[in-house]
T-cell receptor, first 115, second 115 residues
Framework: GAGVSQTPSNKVTEKGKYVELRCDPI?????LYWYRQSLGQGPEFLIY????????DSGLPNDRFFAVRPEGSVSTLKIQRTERGDSAVYLC?????????????FGPGTRLLVL | AQTVTQSQPEMSVQEAETVTLSCTYD???????LFWYKQPPSRQMILVIR??????QNATENRFSVNFQKAAKSFSLKISDSQLGDAAMYFC????????????FGTGTSLTVIP
């Protein structure tokens, strides 16, 4: 079946602009996660959704970052007033269930470059 | 928060030989899950192998196996009969079995396979 997809694959924007990154999880997966991967680092957790609600947003770095999942499927990560430090690969993952070690399946990521 | 340490930024192996990638973690929990993910240049994080902490038997997946030492908090990955397609970044990840659902990743090991 289809895996997790993310669009766009690459995004270049200017400092101060607003960007939206989209994630389409595997069909039927209830849990959805966003991670940020800076150059030379492992992914770092941002937020996860159980259904439509954000169950844990403790990884969001500040209030410029926001994510939604209005219908419990597709999710959008929104970044306001982008800064050069936001440049990174943003990874989305989905899982068929929450808890007890459910494996997360990752998308190919969106590479964001803020000039 | 849990920490995951990969002390080998880079490793290389001759094709058809065996290589071991190291991972240690720090936790006070007894119920957790450990994973190895592979990330080729395409950025897609691919699950290699998964280990439940409550299982004493080491997980194996074809040419991939782990050496899980719970007391030492060590979780190394052994790749046997290395192939050119094994070249990638390898990330070790921890997930709690009790609280939270995020993965904690190490900083990765870049594996080169020499023909």
């Amino acid at each position: 079946g289809a895996g997790v997809s993310q669009t766009p694959s690459n995004k270049v924007t200017e400092k101060g602009k607003y960007v939206e990154l989209r994630c389409d999880p595997i069909s039927g997966h209830t849990a959805l996660y966003w991670y940020r991967q800076s150059l030379g680092q492992g992914p770092e957790f941002l937020i996860y959704f159980q259904g439509t609600g954000a169950a844990d947003d403790s990884g969001l770095p500040n209030d410029r970052f926001f994510a939604v999942r209005p219908e419990g499927s597709v999710s959008t990560l929104k970044i306001q007033r982008t800064e050069r430090g936001d440049s990174a690969v943003y990874l989305c993952a989905s899982s068929p269930f929450v808890g007890r070690g459910g494996t997360q399946y990752f998308g190919p990521g969106t590479r964001l470059l803020v000039l | 928060a849990q920490t995951v340490t990969q002390s080998q930024p880079e490793m290389s192996v001759q094709e058809a030989e065996t290589v071991t990638l190291s991972c240690t973690y720090d936790t006070s929990e007894s119920d957790y899950y450990l994973f190895w993910y592979k990330q080729p240049p395409s950025r897609q994080m691919i699950l290699v192998i998964r280990q439940e902490a409550y299982k004493q038997q080491n997980a194996t997946e074809n040419r991939f196996s782990v050496n899980f030492q719970k007391a030492a908090k060590s979780f190394s990955l052994k790749i046997s009969d290395s192939q050119l397609g094994d070249a990638a970044m390898y990330f070790c990840a921890y997930r709690s079995g009790n609280t939270g659902n995020q993965f904690y990743f190490g900083t990765g090991t870049s594996l080169t396979v020499i023909p």
